[in-house]
């Protein structure tokens, strides 16, 4: 009986230090703030910001007009900037070819050239509006930039439930 009293003595014992006050609680880890119109982040990128960086939104607007996907590169999306440098080469590509068969069939006076001369304005046309889609697309990126990706979906008894974080600042 005395070892019993003995051993729930000790345990109060630890349990009631593990509340006392004067213990060093390590601070908590400082809240990172967005940068300031026209500032830059300058180091490592973290696992939270993803390797995402702030740029003005019509700089990045005129870098994915000027070439696809500068852009988005330059916000840290690299996949979409992918996507629209291969669609660039696709229709540049195909263009180019589509005008050197227009000029074959003109040298020997086919009657298939007007359709010809139709598909190479087709891809002239896609060219052209991959430019603008990029463009629009980058200038939309760079105002999300700081949007959080987190997206939760878990199952719940009667179907699914989706939450997803949106940081307001005041």
């Keep these: 009986?005395?070892?019993?009293?003995g051993s729930f003595l000790l345990l109060a014992g630890s349990s009631?230090?593990?509340q006392d006050s004067?213990?060093?609680v390590p601070p908590p880890?400082?809240?990172p703030t967005a940068p300031q119109l026209g500032e830059e982040i300058v180091g490592e990128p973290t696992a939270t910001d993803s390797a995402r960086r702030y740029i003005k939104p019509m700089a990045a607007f005129w870098r994915s007009l000027l070439i696809p996907g500068w852009g988005q590169a330059r916000v840290g999306r690299k996949l979409t900037a992918?996507?629209?440098v291969?669609?660039?080469g696709v229709t540049l590509s195909m263009a180019l070819k589509a005008n050197g068969e227009l000029h074959y069939?003109?040298?020997?006076n086919d009657g298939r050239v007007d359709g010809k001369r139709q598909e190479r304005q087709d891809w002239l046309v896609l060219l052209a509006?991959?430019?603008l889609f990029s463009a629009m697309e980058a200038y939309v990126s760079a105002h999300l930039w700081d949007f959080p990706g987190d997206l939760h979906i878990q199952a719940i008894p009667k179907g699914a439930s989706a939450s997803v974080n949106i940081p307001v600042r005041f």
């Design 1 to 5: 009986m005395l070892a019993l009293g």
């Design 16 to 18: 009631l230090r593990a």
């Design 22 to 24: 004067a213990a060093a």
């Design 29 to 31: 880890p400082p809240v």
């Design 82 to 84: 992918g996507v629209f």
């Design 86 to 88: 291969a669609w660039e």
């Design 105 to 108: 069939l003109e040298r020997i």
């Design 129 to 131: 509006v991959n430019h």
